[in-house]
């Protein structure tokens, strides 16, 4: 008798779904909890200071150095820089001003001051060669033929020499 009860009052109702299990998450949600987890272990709440390195100490020192730990202590915050090995000479008499420009970008002073690595610096890929324009197009190119706004045909045309040229 209770089972017909339950069946009357479930009638009509879909039942809950289950959370499925073995099923992969996305991508975006482990990548996102793993960069976070790394950042912490470094020392840094804010990963900004590293995403955005070049932006806050400059091109030059950027160049030569980036942030591997920040350390917070009792009489302020130690940042540790990976620098090249002729460079941290150099960036210990420029310690106080990128201490400054640190501050200022994180509304606080956070770092007291810099403790520099000597090592290579991972190598950055170069920058893509721009291939120029050029070449021929043979007469029956869709290009050629196109009959619209002359901007739109220029760019065509430059597009369709730069593919022939890399073909």
Known sequence: ????????????KTPPEMPRRNWADTVARD???????????AGFRDPTLVLRW?????????????????????????????????????????SRALCGRINDYLGRDAVA????????LA???????????????????PAITFKGPEKVRESLLRFARLRRGTD
Request: with cysteine; glycine share 10%.
């Open 1 to 12: 008798m209770p089972e017909q009860r339950e069946d009357k009052k479930n009638q009509g």
């Open 31 to 41: 990548a996102k909890a793993n960069a976070n987890l790394a950042f912490a272990r």
């Open 54 to 94: 070049q932006e806050i100490a400059g091109p030059e020192v950027a160049r030569l150095a980036c942030p591997i730990k920040l350390s917070e202590g009792p009489s302020g915050g130690v940042l540790t820089l990976k620098a090249e090995p002729g460079a941290a000479l150099f960036l210990q008499h420029e």
């Open 113 to 120: 001051r810099l403790r520099f690595v000597q090592g290579p």
């Open 123 to 141: 190598a950055r890929p170069p920058k893509p060669i721009r291939r120029s324009a050029g070449g021929t197009l043979p007469p029956d190119d």
